[in-house]
């Protein structure tokens, strides 16, 4: 019997089907005999091999629940930045901690701020714990203190900004997130998401542990899945003042990391030998495919993190989703991104060698095949 869609049934409060679902990258190219996935911001690099040793060990303990405190792997995140355990807390993910946040502190009525092109997750979040999004306007796609200054209202609850931000590449020196942190009323939490933030060489940047030690209402959020290469165990963690950590401790979930993540992140942190071949190799070959993208007359925003933002047309011709269909076509995936509204862009991970020589190959045939119409 086909139920009447006037039947009585459980609906969703206000706001959940107002979240349009996380789509992440593609990871495949029906046809393609080889495939560079350059879609999601994964380290060519690989884990450290003392996460994969680390993750082997356990497979004799699968049985057992893990630690619901993740006492080991925070307390080695304490050891590499001289933090307290105790105000760390981890999670599925920096994602799962961007949400947990937004549960604990924004609810009907509250309203939560982000930037035009921040992550996607901010927006999702503060739909799913109830409360408003508020969006500021950026400045040549880089996050706007003024702008987001001047949308706080009584109403503001939480305030995230992604440092570099994920999909622009750009990023705020730490005196500007210093005058945005002071400008806001001390009942409006700042999250600073630190994703990206060990690719970072800019002298005037700081990921933000010094103003998380001093203050009341900032926290950072940092994640495994980008320089540590552990994407497939889902592990993130965050610094937080202590009220904050207790407050967010009462609603995650009592047993929300494996014990195969906990040890390998444990053993990722400790590899600084791993963590500084990728920050080389990310130097190299930033540069090497901002200049080659460049040279076939395309703009790339100039990236601090693991990728490059490539800016196509916006006619008929050689657009973004042409681009992008023809490199998937070619094995080369990359990432659209109209989702953050940016339609006439594409999202490039620097990968490994091959993967970099291979986008560039594809993207000049490409520009080739554009200019003959």
């Known amino acids: 019997m086909t139920e009447s869609p006037l039947s009585p049934r459980p609906v969703p409060r206000s706001g959940v089907l107002a979240i349009d679902p996380y789509v992440p990258g593609k990871s495949g190219a029906p046809g393609a005999a ?4 350059l879609s999601s911001n994964e380290t060519p690099l690989g884990p450290s091999p003392d996460a994969v040793a680390a993750l082997r060990a356990e497979a004799e303990q699968l049985a057992l629940y893990p630690d619901g405190t993740s006492s080991r792997l925070r307390e080695a995140i304490g050891r590499r930045y001289g933090l307290d355990p105790a105000r760390i807390v981890c999670g599925a993910g920096s994602d799962e901690l961007l949400s947990l946040l937004a549960y604990a502190y924004v609810g009907p009525g509250d309203e939560g701020l982000f930037s035009e092109h921040g992550f996607l997750v901010y927006r999702i979040a503060i739909l799913a714990a109830g409360g408003t999004p508020v ?4 400045r040549e796609l880089t996050t706007d203190v003024d702008a987001l200054l001047a949308a706080v209202s009584p109403r503001t609850r939480i305030v995230y900004i992604a440092n570099p931000n994920n999909p622009t590449g750009t990023y705020l020196p730490f005196s500007e997130v210093r005058r945005l942190h002071a400008g806001l009323p001390p009942e409006t939490m700042l999250v600073l998401d630190g994703a990206y933030a060990e690719y970072v ?4 940047y ?15 959020t940092r994640t495994f899945s980008k320089i540590h290469g552990l994407a497939g165990l889902r592990i993130g963690w965050m610094v937080a003042p202590a009220h904050v950590a207790d407050a967010v401790n009462r609603i995650r979930g009592p047993f929300n990391l494996s014990a195969a993540a906990i040890a390998a992140g444990a053993a990722a942190i400790a590899d600084d030998g791993h963590v500084a071949r990728a920050v080389a190799h990310n130097d190299e070959w930033l540069g090497w495919l901002t200049e080659r993208v460049e040279s076939l007359g395309l703009a790339v925003t100039p990236s601090v993190a693991n990728f490059i933002l490539v800016h196509f047309p916006a006619g008929p011709k050689g657009n973004a989703a042409q681009a992008d269909a023809f490199l998937t076509g070619r094995g080369v995936i990359v990432r659209r991104v109209a989702s953050y509204g940016l339609p006439d862009a594409l999202r490039v991970t620097v990968g490994g060698d091959e993967a970099n020589r291979a986008f560039i190959e594809a993207l000049s045939a490409f520009m080739r095949e554009a200019a003959r119409g």
């Open 206 to 220: 700081a990921a933000g542990l010094d103003l998380v030690l001093e203050a009341d209402n900032v926290v950072m």
């Open 201 to 204: 060489r800019a002298s005037d």
């Open 135 to 138: 969006v500021a306007p950026e």
């Open 34 to 37: 080889k495939v560079h996935k």
